[in-house]
């Protein structure tokens, strides 16, 4: 067993240095500035009307909802579980412990030209979805696929391929490993790792099973308490040390341009190292441009792609900008980023030690472990939709291999919650970039697509100037 994780490690390290190498890299950030100038850096020009008509109209309208498909805040809901989850606590403190404080810095960077990203792969899932039986189906594979003709499905099934195995990656194990944490030291020790995954394995078959209509309710509820419940923890620390807040985004803007050498390593190697951390936690956190989210938004009623598409900005703005700079403050507020990560054990670990250090008592580790639960079982519920679409479109949608993935999908959350947590996540971390890349060429490709969208419905008089 031990040689066979020795084998999987170091071919998992090959990969992830591919995935989220100087190419993959360029290529994520490069697409987002691309797409940004193509649309007129929606991101910052419509923000406020972006703002307005996203969460400032969840209480001014009711959406519509023919029964099979999802509403427009169902919809997003079940995108934001998947990008709100334990990247946004554990993922971040990691990536501050290993890049520096300079790593938020680069998070940011992502997260701006992110948000024109995940515009553009919403607008083109909405664009050239399908409807099967009064549901509607799409994602980065129907994109392909029916954007760029049938010459390129070759491209399509590969994201399929690679979103579907991703689903048991990020979708499941990581976050199975994460929530079967959280509840042993919650329990005090008194709820094993596999009893935590056997009761998590229940919860999810009781949703899963139910359909993308479940999944869409419960993430309705769930992502709205949770989002709160975070921000009002992440508030309270600010408060408390609110006069060390503005050397903490000092701390950041320095140590995201450090010229030190690291470990002995050459000259700059320390901004190498933070932008690394910074971009990969900040996609891997909010997910724009691996063309996960689209699959969710493409469920939605609204019948105009730029309307469904707005929810993208909000999603990566909220996702980074908000809950992830919470995490990035704590933990650099702490002063732990500068111990070893091995003192802790755990990324989440780390994360619950620094809310600890300046919460009363032990309420902000408390915090951190539910927050840690909710984050984690939203993402799997999300990511088990995801998956259910991509296995879909390779089997077409051959009911018989819906209900294996589904029941597939539930007992991996017990392997989760029993494996490796580090194993897990660098496995997660590689799936994450390939998973990518696909997508990415076929927004490049389409980017005409996405502009002509942009262009008749912000530049038209579709709104009001």
């Keep these: 067993m031990e040689k066979f994780l020795e084998i999987v490690t170091l071919v998992n390290g090959k990969l992830n240095a591919f995935a989220w190498g100087p190419i993959m890299l360029a290529l994520l950030i490069g697409t987002g500035v691309y797409l940004t100038i193509r649309t007129r850096c929606i991101q910052v020009t419509k923000f406020g009307y972006i703002m307005k008509n996203t969460v400032g109209s969840l209480f001014a309208k009711k959406d519509k909802n023919s029964g099979k498909n999802l509403t427009a805040f169902q919809a997003v809901s079940t995108a934001m579980a998947g990008t709100v989850g334990t990247g946004n606590i554990a993922g971040v403190t990691g990536a501050i412990f290993v890049g520096g404080p300079g790593a938020v810095f680069w998070m940011w960077v992502s997260a701006f030209f992110g948000m024109c990203t995940k515009y553009a792969e919403i607008a083109l899932a909405m664009k050239y979805r399908v409807k099967e039986d009064g549901v509607y189906k799409g994602g980065p594979m129907y994109s392909i696929e029916n954007g760029l003709g049938k010459n390129w499905k070759w491209l399509a099934v590969i994201f399929a391929v690679l979103g579907g195995l991703t689903s048991f990656g990020i979708g499941n ?37 139910g359909g993308v ?49 690291v470990g002995g390593g050459v000259f700059g190697y320390a901004i190498m190292v933070a932008m690394r951390q910074g971009f990969a936690r900040g996609v891997f956190s909010n997910e724009a441009g691996m063309g996960s ?25 909220f996702d980074t900008i908000v809950i992830c700079t919470i995490t990035a403050l704590t933990v650099v507020l702490s002063g732990l980023y500068m111990q070893d990560m091995s003192t802790f054990g755990t990324k989440g670990a780390a994360a619950v030690a620094a809310f600890n250090a300046i919460l009363p008592g032990t309420i902000g580790g408390t915090i951190i472990q539910i927050s840690l639960v909710f984050f984690a079982l939203s993402t799997i519920l999300s990511w088990s939709y995801y998956g259910e679409r991509c296995w879909g479109y390779l089997t077409n949608n051959n009911k018989v291999f819906d209900l294996c993935y589904k029941v597939i999908f539930v ?13 897990m996540w660098d496995i997660s971390d590689t799936l994450n970039g390939l998973m990518a890349l696909p997508n990415l060429v076929a927004l490049l490709l389409l980017s005409g697509v996405v502009t002509k969208i942009t262009k008749d419905y912000f530049y038209s008089d579709k709104i009001k100037k």
């Excluded at 994460?178 to 998590?200: F, H, P, Q, T, V």
């Excluded at 503005?246 to 010229?259: G, H, N």
């Design 293 to 317: 989210a689209p699959i969710a938004h493409a469920a939605s009623e609204t019948e105009e792609p730029a309307e469904q598409a707005m929810w993208g900005v909000f999603e990566v703005f």
């Design 213 to 261: 209509k479940r999944v869409g309710q419960v993430t309705s509820y769930m992502v709205p308490f949770m989002s709160i419940f975070y921000v009002l923890a992440g508030i309270a620390v600010v408060v408390l040390k609110i006069t060390e807040v503005p050397a903490a985004f000092v701390t950041i803007f320095k140590s995201a341009f450090s010229f030190e050498a």
């Design 411 to 423: 007992l991996v959350c017990i392997v989760g919650a029993t494996g490796s947590g580090t194993l």
């Design 173 to 209: 194990i990581a976050q199975s490993s994460e929530i079967a944490g959280a509840i042993n030291n919650l329990s005090g020790g008194n709820i094993s790792l596999l009893a935590a995954g056997i009761i998590l394995a229940i919860v999810v078959a009781m949703v899963v099973l």
